[in-house]
Structure formats: structure tokens, C-alpha cells
């Protein structure tokens, strides 16, 4: 039974991997967040998808590999048996470095969309990043409702 639910699982997310990439911030909302203020162009976007499309299968792979170690961490973890610690840390340290080679995935093809900004656009995303550092800045200076909760 455990044997067709991991299939089951592998095949999910295999179909998952595999739909088509038609937004070059999918999964990466942190990197829209940094261009805030671009204005991208219809061109800019063809080509920020271009770049994106080239890592796409990878880090599905990556996503996928690491789903699958967190699932078995977990089932492992919760399990009625003796909880093996060495499996535990091994299945943990496999999906944190899988993480991390998706996260550094992720800042090159930041690092390649930076690429295809103007000087212009980049001078407006700065200024755009800064307003809104200062934005939250000034929010967590405001009270909080509740006193405890400073």
C-alpha cells in the first residue's frame, strides 16, 4: 500500500513538473517584488520567461526531490515503530540542501533577470525598494493594538 501511495505521489508530481511555465515569477514572488517599479515591456517579459524556462525542469526536480524528503521524513517521524534519529537527520539535512540548491537556483536567474533592466528601470526599482523599506519601517513603529504584543 505504501509502495502505490509513493507512486501515486511520484506521478503528481511528475504531471506537476511538467505544466508549462507562462509566468517568469511563478514560484518566485520574492523576485517581483524586487523589480516593483520596472515597468516591464511585452519584450522584457519574453524575455525573463526565456531565462526562466531554461531552470524550470530543474527546479522541479529540485521541488520534487525535496517534497519527497520532507514526506518521508515525516512518515518516518510519525510513525507507531522506533524512531531511527540518524534516518531523521539524514532525510532532514537531504531536504534542507535541496532547498538550498533551489533558493540558489532561484538568485541566478534574479541575477540574470537584473540583467535585462535598463538604467532607467533599475533607478526606478531602487527607489521603489527604498519606499518601501521606509514603508515598513514606519508601520513597525506604530503601537500595536494589543500592549503585550510589543
Given amino acids: 500500500m505504501k509502495t502505490m501511495a509513493m507512486l501515486a505521489v511520484v506521478l503528481v508530481g511528475a504531471a506537476a513538473g511538467a505544466q508549462?511555465?507562462?509566468d517568469p515569477f511563478q514560484g518566485m514572488a520574492s523576485a517581483k517584488r524586487l523589480l516593483r517599479g520596472a515597468e516591464l515591456t511585452d519584450a522584457q517579459m519574453s524575455q525573463l520567461l526565456?531565462?526562466?524556462?531554461g531552470t524550470w525542469q530543474r527546479e522541479q526536480q529540485l521541488v520534487d526531490e525535496r517534497d519527497a524528503a520532507w514526506r518521508a521524513f515525516k512518515e518516518l517521524f510519525t510513525s507507531t515503530g522506533e524512531a531511527d534519529?540518524?534516518?531523521?537527520?539524514a532525510l532532514a539535512q537531504q531536504a534542507t540542501e535541496l532547498d538550498?540548491?533551489?533558493e540558489q537556483l532561484k538568485?541566478?536567474?534574479l541575477f540574470r533577470y537584473r540583467s535585462v533592466l535598463s538604467e532607467p528601470q533599475l533607478a526606478?526599482?531602487?527607489e521603489a525598494y527604498q519606499t518601501l523599506e521606509s514603508l515598513k519601517e514606519q508601520e513597525r513603529a506604530v503601537p500595536p493594538t494589543v500592549a503585550a504584543e510589543q
Fill in 20 to 22: 508549462e511555465l507562462r
Fill in 85 to 89: 534519529a540518524s534516518k531523521l537527520g
Fill in 107 to 109: 538568485a541566478e536567474v
Fill in 100 to 102: 538550498a540548491q533551489l
Fill in 124 to 126: 526606478r526599482v531602487s
Fill in 50 to 53: 526565456e531565462i526562466r524556462q
